[in-house]
């Protein structure tokens, strides 16, 4: 004669499997998102730090935001916080000297966001002058600003962001004395506030590709 | 033989009615009449009255104490008849008013010409989650909205997190008639003064800076409140006094950095 213990004991191992098989989703979901490979093959994209494989092993990040208002008939105080500009610390502009720097934003379900004022302008590019600075530059054209698209193709649009290449100072991300071999390379999305206004909380990922930046022959 | 066992119950039982009989007049004799009458917990009523003097207790009962019991007793489950509290709390107070509500009135003074109250209505935005370097171990930090021209006491509150405002890495406590910054470099900052001069503080290229306690920032977070007053003030008292309050916590980019190779075009 079966008792009630006996079949509560089948159901109790049912529940602990199946509980065991909900708690490895997020893994194996992990797993998969670690092998997302974006742009034009080059690029791996990594769960959480990687260290730079190029010019500089260490690179930080820093995400300054502000409030954009956006008032409605309700509540005249709605708005969001906006990324006013994103820096790109402590990069040696030494061993950079040269190379092309990109930045791109990728929101929670890692996708690109949009830089510019077109859909596709999905990256930022600067090149770095192939001599370290000795003051701080700040000017769009000497520093080659531009958009891209998500495989790194230029795109010809009206330029709205601005650039600065800080040498002296103190840095965004830590407050350290500037120097050509600790730089701070920052990228304001868009002063005026207009056109690009991206909701801080929808960046969940930064991405810092240093790319090389052959010279035409005879350059 | 049935009957002389029931006899000698019938006679054992009168003998025994005997002598209790006697020993209830034996004991009548000797204990005084009242103490038989008052009830047993009737020492435990009369005693603390005649031992209390008046000074004592109006010492050992502030106002406080005597809300603190009313709520004990009015929350207790049990609701236990028990009337001796109350009437020796509720008219002692009277007698220490005095002296008490003096020291009180003394205290409150400054609290009822600074504090505005009711607060008016603020509005105080921050991020909810500030997105950093997941190895980043400062921020400086330049979300914060809020609007009016009062005066206000901002009280940032750290959770695992110091606060260093104006120069980086020195203590900038200030103190004049109209603005106020003091906690620089702890977990505990306060800063009063116009909400103009508040915002131009914190908007300055220094700016305020977060710094980790200790290891990196991601996971901890900071409080701001709001409390306007009618000059400026650091009380902390006035910090509990806030209805506009926000928080941020400190959450992680994940962080992609890599190489691209310049691209090469195929030999046609």
Not at chain 1, 31 to 48: D, R, W, Y
Request: net charge negative.
């Amino acid at each position: 004669m079966s008792s009630g213990f006996n079949h509560s004991r089948p159901r109790k191992s049912k529940f602990i499997l199946g509980a065991l098989v909900l708690g490895a989703v997020p893994l194996l979901i992990s797993t998969f998102a670690a092998s997302v490979t974006v742009g034009n093959g080059s690029l791996e994209f990594g769960q959480g730090s990687q260290q730079a494989t190029a010019c500089d092993s260490t690179v930080y990040i820093a995400m300054g935001e502000e409030w954009h208002p956006s008032p409605t008939p309700t509540d005249a105080s709605n708005g969001f916080f906006r990324v006013r500009a994103v820096t790109i610390s402590n990069l040696d502009l030494t061993t950079c000297a040269g190379k092309k720097l990109r930045l791109r934003l990728i929101d929670g379900a890692s996708g690109e966001i949009t830089t510019g004022p077109t859909p596709d302008s999905k990256v930022l590019q600067i090149s770095l002058p192939d001599q370290a600075p000795t003051s701080n530059v700040s000017d769009p054209i000497a520093l080659g600003l531009s958009y891209l698209s998500g495989i790194g193709a230029p795109i010809s649009t009206t330029l709205l962001a601005t650039v600065s290449l800080s040498v002296s100072g103190t840095a965004i991300y830590d407050g350290t004395t500037l120097s050509a071999t600790n730089a701070d390379a920052t990228f304001y999305l868009d002063p005026t506030a207009v056109t690009v206004n991206i909701d801080g909380q929808s960046v969940r990922r930064t991405t810092v590709e240093t790319v090389n930046n052959p010279k035409a022959p005879g350059i | 033989m049935y009957h002389s066992a029931r006899n000698r119950t019938i006679a054992i039982a009168i003998g025994g009615l005997v002598a209790l009989t006697l020993s209830a007049a034996f004991a009548d004799d000797l204990i005084p009449q009242d103490s038989v009458i008052e009830a047993p917990t009737a020492p435990l009523v009369e005693s603390p009255a005649p031992t209390l003097a008046p000074q004592e207790t109006t010492t050992v009962l502030a106002e406080g104490e005597s809300v603190t019991v009313a709520q004990e007793i009015g929350n207790s489950p049990i609701s236990t008849p028990r009337p001796t509290p109350t009437p020796t709390i509720s008219p002692t107070p009277r007698p220490t008013a005095p002296t008490d509500l003096d020291l009180l009135a003394e205290n409150e003074t400054p609290t009822v010409e600074i504090l505005i109250s009711p607060q008016p209505r603020l509005t105080l935005h921050m991020p909810i989650s500030l997105g950093i370097d997941p190895r980043s171990r400062s921020y400086l930090m330049n979300s914060i909205e809020f609007w009016g021209t009062s005066t206000y006491l901002a009280c940032f509150a750290g959770y695992g997190v110091g606060f260093d405002v104006g120069t980086s890495g020195a203590v900038d406590d200030f103190q004049n008639d109209n603005f106020i910054v003091e906690g620089d470099r702890t977990p505990n900052l306060k800063i009063s003064g116009t909400g103009a001069a508040i915002k131009s503080l914190l908007r300055t290229p220094g700016g305020i800076r977060i710094n980790s306690a200790s290891g990196a920032l991601a996971g901890h977070s900071l409080s701001l409140s709001l409390t306007a007053l009618t000059s400026a003030a650091t009380d902390q008292s006035y910090c509990g006094a806030s209805k506009a309050m926000s928080t941020s916590v400190f959450l992680p980019l994940k962080i992609d950095l890599g190489l691209v190779k310049g691209q090469g075009t195929l030999k046609k």
